[in-house]
């Protein structure tokens, strides 16, 4: 009898090796490449960390400017896949446009899959469109033509001024820039493994990726800062936090944000964007967010300390409401999930090939045997 | 020290259970719902099979008319889709354009991932809608208008109807229709593991199909009997057919179309598949084909025999050469594979859902660990 033992949704289960990213959910440690990401939020910009993960150390001073301008050189997108977003109805999701512009974008000048050469100059330009697809699917649903990016502008200060049309100072573009790079990648979650699985039949990068936007797409997935946002809004003010809480948990409702299947100690990246959410809210004078969610923090993690337990905010906590502070729609929180993850999906593809075997698991069959066909005038 | 046994590409690892589909490649037996492949291609027709896979029971009389009757009613697509089409250059494969076009398909009227009754009539709009697709898209890259479906012809007389204009004879068409059924389902292959580890987010019916597709464009996965097509030009005819696989073997190259990671005899819809390839063969004539396929075939086994191993054909070995007496282009061999395998894809992201959890499974650590970041001027 065959064993038919199984770990459900491969919990647990090693799919492959990797050299990509480490994650210590015990002490709440997350290194891209070796390099905490306390490290390169404090010290790396886009560029840099997007160049780690794909070539596996930080680059030299012309390396770096060389890849730096490649990623500026490459922001624009053809006319073909303004007009296939064009053809998508206004309450389209941003991520069926963005899953579906990157499919079509494999149209032009695609190279094969398994190549790597040819894929890391495919990976930069994905990097580098991401953005721009986004904002113009973004400024189409609204009914408003797509602005062209420009290259004298930071990676995300490009992408706000893409949105809004407006150039948003430094500082904005580079908090924005260190959200991305905190976001770049988190090892097999189902997006990145979503990458590995289709690329190992050697289908090609934007194959790949197109396939990976559709599982980011799933609500349990990418998505949950939204929903804190939306908590959020339920909660009228932080006066009146830790009473809706005590509701919440009445019914025993889930709280969005708390927690994390890998984590047990607060999610390092989440201190980053705490800090930043701090930041902006004190110099705009004070934010009902930031004071709604320290209240919710303080008081789970003080009603989990009686029981025993701890519980943290994870990485979608502050995230939400910092990208709120940036002026950016809450339509748009997973595909800036997207913006940032494909620089993970990318690597993560590279390293696939480089020794690379199909995907090919066992199913445990619990179904019927010896079923004989019958014609359908004899059937029940 | 954390383990880091694992097994390549999950080899042998069970990721989920399952009631669709079993195989026992050393008998070499596949059944679909507990009926085996054989039963249903002699005596099933497309909508009937495409049930039971989707319901887990043949249909009744009064399901099967319903069942069909969705299935003719919905083959057309919208005009914003093939305008989609249209944007892609001529030189676009058709597996980029199919999953450019269900990830846009998603787009319109889309239901919610995670929802069985929606997903169930999603599920049949796209098995109904993919020959479509496909024939608008070959129609298209060829500099002819698309072809609109015709409700009144069989599924697979529908497609080849709108490839050329002229509607097949009801053998030829019933013939493509086994071939179809051939190929609808088999198990946890790289595209409908895709399919569920996509599902799995909750992303939407068309999010993983997309997806799916993008997998099976794979050259590791489908192309295979493209590949033995392209082998058969190579040899000059069944007289010389000997020698050639003589140089071949001298130089170690492999041969397409023979054996099988799961099956260890012969592939049982590899038996139906020559049945028809000889059926229409005798009736044209002869085939070249199939007499080149057969020289090889033999000698490979008695080669293989002298060694005390076996080998035998797969399900690619006589496709493609059947494809090609029913008219179609070798390039579209990968598109029809997904035509008939999307209803495999549905029925596993249906059985996800019923008991769904995401995949996340875990990488072994092999990179660098404690580097500490430096700024570009300090680097070697």
Redesign the interface.
């Known amino acids: 009898m065959p ?4 770990a ?15 994650i210590d959910g015990d002490e709440g440690l997350l ?1 891209y ?3 905490s990401i306390q ?2 939020a404090a ?2 910009n886009f560029a ?1 960390s997007a160049y780690l993960l794909l070539f ?1 150390n ?4 012309s390396e ?1 400017a060389d890849f730096s301008a490649k990623l500026e050189a490459r922001r624009e997108i053809r006319p ?1 896949i303004i ?2 977003l064009r ?3 206004a309450d ?2 941003p ?3 963005l ?2 512009a990157v ?2 974008h ?3 000048d ?1 190279a ?3 190549e790597i050469g040819p894929a890391i100059e495919r990976s930069i330009d994905l990097i580098a469109r991401f953005p721009t697809m986004v904002a113009a699917r973004a400024r189409l649903a609204a009914g408003q033509e797509p602005i062209a990016p420009r290259q004298d502008l930071g990676h995300g200060q490009n992408f706000l001024y893409m949105l809004s049309g407006e150039v948003p100072d430094t500082e904005r573009g580079d908090i924005f820039d260190d959200c991305l790079i905190l976001h770049m990648e988190h ?5 990145t ?2 990458a590995r ?8 990068v ?3 990726v ?3 936007v ?9 998505g949950a800062n939204e929903r804190v946002l939306h908590m959020l809004t339920e909660i009228e003010s932080a006066a009146t936090a830790e009473a809706w809480l005590d509701d919440q948990l009445a019914v025993k409702r889930k709280i969005m944000g708390m927690g994390h ?1 890998v984590y047990r100690a607060k999610d390092p990246r989440a201190h980053v964007l705490e800090a930043y959410l701090k930041h902006l809210a004190d110099k705009a004078g004070g934010s009902e967010d930031y004071d709604k969610l320290k209240v919710i923090e303080r008081k789970m993690s003080a009603i989990m300390e009686a029981k025993g337990k701890q519980i943290y905010p994870n990485v979608d906590y502050f995230s939400g409401s910092l990208y709120r502070v940036l002026d950016i729609d809450v339509s748009l929180f997973t595909p800036i999930f997207a913006i940032a993850r494909v620089v993970g999906w990318c690597a993560h593809i590279l390293e696939q090939w480089e020794d690379n ?21 004899e ?2």
Chains 1, 2 share one sequence.
């Open positions: 064993d038919t033992n199984f459900k949704g491969l919990a647990g289960v090693i799919a492959t090796e990797s050299k990509i990213c480490t290194s490449r070796g390099y490290d390169l010290n790396s840099e596996g930080l680059p030299s001073e770096l073909e007009d296939g053809l998508l109805p389209t999701h991520m069926v446009a899953q579906q499919a079509a494999g149209s032009f695609a094969p899959g398994g090892s097999l979650n189902a997006s493994f979503t699985v289709v690329s190992a039949t050697l289908a090609p934007d194959a790949s197109s396939a990976a559709g599982a980011l797409y799933g609500r349990l997935h990418g299947r075997r199909i995907y090919r698991p066992r199913a445990a069959y619990t179904g019927e045997h010896n079923r004989t066909w019958a014609p359908v005038s059937r029940g």
